[in-house]
Each structure stands twice: as structure tokens, then as C-alpha cells.
């Protein structure tokens, strides 16, 4: 009986389902989390008389068949780059992408990673890092006897030092644009990896045509709408246990097959 590897394939797919959506709000407090959604297709199609053939010697053209789909797959996983709200923090190195752009980081191995969690600190040599000690490209440091720093729109790092009237510019921050921003490969740590699907990385300052601003004292918030993602979550329940039901009836069917006498 295909109903049985039909439903199996439906819980299959309704449990994956709701893996995404437990991640999903697992992260609802994640800065700069963005969300998921699972993305499902059908299976083949058996064909017990082929669409269009003929029925009679006469040319007679069937038209509509018989095909008895073989179930569901999961085609992706998508990930909505829609921006989650601006939380004021007033912290001096919070960090927040008003736009497109991501940030970007060095990481240990020498490659480089992407990130919209801008919730940056200081390392002891006065270097803007990730809360894991990464350093932010292109690598600006702050003078031990500044005391005073301003980020604008542009990410231009101004400092004040104890004595000098005008601040002083020991930097600009860059951002990254891809044409597939959602083929980025997810590494943990609210960090993204280059992929072929997500294009080359197109960097430019903040600000410029193509890229967001960067707003100092904010940090982006999960973009993950809690309502929805329970509503999602009881949707992907009943589908899984209609699935469920669907197995049962099957099983019975072949139960009153075996017992016939």
C-alpha cells in the first residue's frame, strides 16, 4: 500500500518542519538572528494511464490520466533576510546595519565571515572584536588615551583625545553586499560563510550607493514573529498528526485483508 510510504514521507517532512520553527524560536533573542522557513515539493508521479495518450484506435485522447503521487520532499531550507527592529543600547561599539551590508570578520583560520551582530567590544590591545575575540575588519584600534568615540553613519571611527580639541579618524568600517544574500552558509555564531549560490563579496563603505548605514548605540533584534512562528507550530502539528492518521488507517485496511476467510 503506497499510503503508507506516502504518509511516512508527509511526518517526515512536518517533523523537519518543526525543527525549523523550534530553531526559530529557540533564537527569538538572538541579536540579528534571522528566520527560517521550510520549503517542501512533491515526489514523482506513478502514471496507471499517461496524460494525453490515446484510449481508442481512433486517436481518442485521454485527457487527464491516472497519477498517484508518491509523497513530499524537502526542496530547502530558506532564510528570510528581512532586518529585525533597532534596540537602543547607547553602548559605544553596539553596532546596527540600517540596510543591506553585512560586517566583516577574521576569523582564526585566515578567511572571512559575515555578520549583521554588531555587538562589538574592545580587545586588551584596544582592537574592535566580536564577543569571541575576532578581530572587525579592516582592523581599527583605539587609542588607550581616548576618551571619547564616535561612529557616524559612515563608519568612520572617531576618537577624542584627553588634550585635542578636534576628534581624530583612526578608521573606517566597511560593509559586504551579496547578490544571493540568502545563499550565505551559516557557521554558528551569528556568522555567514561566502558560498557559490551567494556570489562574490562587494564591499564599499556604509552609506554608498548599495549599502546600509551603520548606526552607533543599536543593535537589530531577531527579525522572528513569535505569533507566527506558533501559529506555523500548530499547523505543522496537525499535518504530522493527520499524517500519523493516515498510517493507522492503512495499517487497518491491511489488517481486514489478512483476516478475510
Not at 512533491?42 to 494525453?52: A, I, K, M, P, T
Not at 568600517?173 to 558560498?195: C, K, R, V
Request: no cysteine; hydrophobic share 35%.
Amino acid at each position: 500500500m503506497r499510503s503508507l510510504d506516502i504518509a511516512a514521507t508527509g511526518m517526515l517532512a512536518q517533523q523537519l518542519n518543526v525543527e525549523v520553527i523550534s530553531n526559530n524560536i529557540a533564537n527569538v533573542n538572538t541579536t540579528a538572528y534571522q528566520r527560517r522557513r521550510a520549503e517542501f515539493q512533491d515526489l514523482l508521479y506513478q502514471s496507471d494511464r499517461r496524460v494525453g495518450s490515446t484510449s481508442t484506435s481512433d486517436g481518442t485522447i485521454v485527457p487527464s490520466g491516472v497519477q498517484v503521487g508518491l509523497g513530499v520532499r524537502t526542496a530547502a531550507v530558506y532564510r528570510i533576510t528581512e532586518q529585525g527592529n533597532l534596540a537602543s543600547t547607547e553602548n559605544t561599539f553596539d553596532l546596527a546595519v540600517q540596510g543591506e551590508g553585512y560586517f566583516q570578520i577574521d576569523l582564526p583560520d585566515g578567511s572571512t565571515a559575515y555578520s549583521r551582530a554588531g555587538s562589538f567590544q574592545l580587545s586588551p590591545d584596544g582592537e574592535i572584536v566580536t564577543a569571541d575575540g575576532f578581530t572587525v575588519q579592516p582592523g581599527i584600534t583605539i587609542p588607550s588615551d581616548a576618551i571619547d568615540v564616535t561612529i557616524n553613519e559612515s563608519g568612520e571611527v572617531l576618537v577624542t583625545i584627553d588634550g585635542q580639541i578636534s576628534p581624530t579618524n583612526v578608521g573606517q568600517l566597511e560593509l559586504a553586499t551579496f547578490s544571493n544574500p540568502g545563499g550565505l552558509e551559516a557557521i554558528g555564531d551569528t556568522m555567514f560563510i561566502e558560498t557559490p549560490a551567494s556570489g562574490a563579496a562587494t564591499t564599499g563603505a556604509p552609506g554608498t550607493p548599495g549599502f546600509g548605514t551603520v548606526l552607533q548605540g543599536f543593535l537589530e533584534t531577531s527579525n522572528v514573529n513569535i505569533v507566527a512562528e506558533i501559529t506555523n507550530l500548530i499547523t505543522a502539528q496537525r499535518a504530522y498528526e493527520l499524517n500519523s492518521r493516515v498510517i493507522q488507517a492503512s495499517d487497518e485496511m491491511m489488517s481486514t485483508m489478512t483476516n478475510l476467510r
